[in-house]
């Protein structure tokens, strides 16, 4: 999400400047570039490229990635920039691959966001609109390629899954009971945030089953809580550089990202009438994989895959009302509810499909701010 207010990249450029020139063990520091790349609307995120002299006289000029506290109208109702930096730190000793968080700068006054700043990682990530089966780079690869792709995602994927959560303590959601449980609690809060005290209707229905038919499991894993190749970063060779965007993270039965991962998935392809590109996973194989990778027999993936898409439509309900709010999109709108993913929703659960909003189609071409 780009920095919304013109000051904030020239008050973070101050900021990271002023840390800089107060560090004792280099000399003559300076912010060569700054600029604000395309992302997603979960966050604010700032690349960097910095020189200095280190204390053995060597010149030093590193890529860095900030990635700033948003503001309070963001997707997530508890959006905490200092844990999001513990978490990455807490995973990267355990030995997953994400960035290396360099140091966290925490701010008194929300006129001056907090940050936190990490190492930039070389690597492509598929692009999530339009979809990676119909455009972009990975249509450029052959089927063998996007297949090593997607298992490399997969293994990353089961790799997290087996990091000990008690090495990884940060993550605990408040509550009590079982993690499951524990991040339906937390699921509840952001709908009744994000409902606005709104009757939601197809998405009210979706979080009621959630809560009724919830499955007797005592597992916990971490949990991702966004697992799907677009926040992957990919080598050459198709392997896996990095993981990022870990805001929604938390503990959970791993079944809670395998069903995000296969939800997603289906968004990219059948929701939008795409063909699932040669080479990627389909579902069964998808799910096979992660099984014999993962050493983990997977339970209740419907459900889960209910889960995904009640996240993701609540996440697209978030995008309509902001873009409304600032006069982007008219205030009739409909495509908080009339999208493709609330349509994916609907057949889940077996109740009416809602028309897609007119609008939606026009917007998606315009913006890539339709992903999580």
């Given at each position: 999400m780009a920095i919304r207010r013109d000051d904030a990249l020239a008050s973070i450029h101050q900021?990271?400047?002023?840390?800089?020139?107060?560090?004792?063990?280099?000399?003559?520091p300076s912010i060569l570039e700054i600029e604000v790349p395309a992302s997603g609307r979960s966050n604010e995120t700032v690349r960097c490229r910095i020189r200095w002299t280190d204390a053995s006289g060597h010149e030093v000029e590193p890529e860095v990635v900030v990635r700033v506290?948003?503001?309070?109208?963001?997707?997530?109702?508890?959006?905490?920039?200092?844990?999001?930096?513990?978490?990455?730190?807490?995973?990267?000793?355990?030995?997953?691959?994400?960035?290396?968080?360099?140091?966290?700068?925490?701010?008194?006054?929300?006129?001056?966001?907090?940050?936190?700043?990490?190492?930039?990682?070389?690597?492509?990530?598929p692009q999530d609109v339009p979809s990676p089966h119909a455009a972009g780079w990975t249509t450029e690869l052959s089927p063998d390629q996007r297949r090593r792709l997607h298992e490399a995602g997969l293994d990353a994927l089961a790799q997290l899954h087996?990091?000990?959560?008690?090495?990884?303590?940060?993550?605990?959601?408040?509550?009590?009971?079982?993690?499951?449980?524990?991040?339906?609690?937390?699921?509840?809060?952001?709908?009744?945030?994000?409902?606005?005290?709104?009757?939601?209707?197809?998405?009210?229905?979706?979080?009621?089953?959630?809560?009724?038919e919830r499955p007797a499991t005592d597992t916990t894993t971490v949990v991702w809580g966004d697992a799907r190749p677009g926040n992957i970063l990919y080598r050459d060779d198709c392997s896996v550089a990095a993981l990022?965007?870990?805001?929604?993270?938390?503990?959970?039965?791993?079944?809670?990202?395998?069903?995000?991962?296969?939800?997603?998935?289906?968004?990219?392809?059948?929701a939008q009438q795409v063909a699932i590109l040669e080479g990627f996973l389909d579902r069964d194989t998808t799910i096979r994989y992660y099984q014999g990778a993962s050493g983990r027999q997977l339970r209740d993936l419907e459900y889960y895959e209910i889960m995904a898409a009640l996240s993701f439509a609540i996440?697209?309900?978030?995008?309509?009302?902001?873009?409304i709010d600032a006069g982007r999109l008219p205030p009739d709108s409909r495509i908080g509810s009339g999208n493709p993913v609330t349509q994916m929703l609907a057949r889940k659960l077996g109740r009416p499909v809602p028309e897609l909003a007119p609008e939606f189609a026009q917007v998606a071409e315009s913006s890539t701010a339709i992903r999580s």
């Open positions: 900021r990271i400047d002023a840390w800089l020139q107060a560090r004792p063990d280099i000399s003559d506290q948003p503001a309070s109208d963001g997707l997530y109702p508890d959006t905490d920039i200092t844990r999001q930096a513990a978490i990455l730190t807490a995973l990267a000793e355990a030995g997953a691959p994400v960035p290396a968080v360099l140091w966290t700068e925490v701010s008194p006054s929300s006129e001056e966001p907090s940050f936190f700043v990490m190492t930039h990682v070389h690597g492509r990530v087996a990091i000990d959560p008690h090495a990884l303590p940060g993550l605990a959601r408040p509550g009590r009971g079982s993690a499951l449980e524990r991040h339906l609690a937390w699921l509840a809060r952001w709908h009744e945030w994000a409902a606005r005290g709104r009757d939601l209707g197809l998405l009210d229905d979706a979080l009621h089953h959630l809560l009724h990022v965007d870990f805001e929604a993270a938390g503990f959970g039965p791993p079944e809670i990202d395998v069903g995000w991962w296969l939800m997603f998935e289906e968004f990219l392809t059948d996440i697209m309900l978030r995008f309509a009302d902001r873009e």
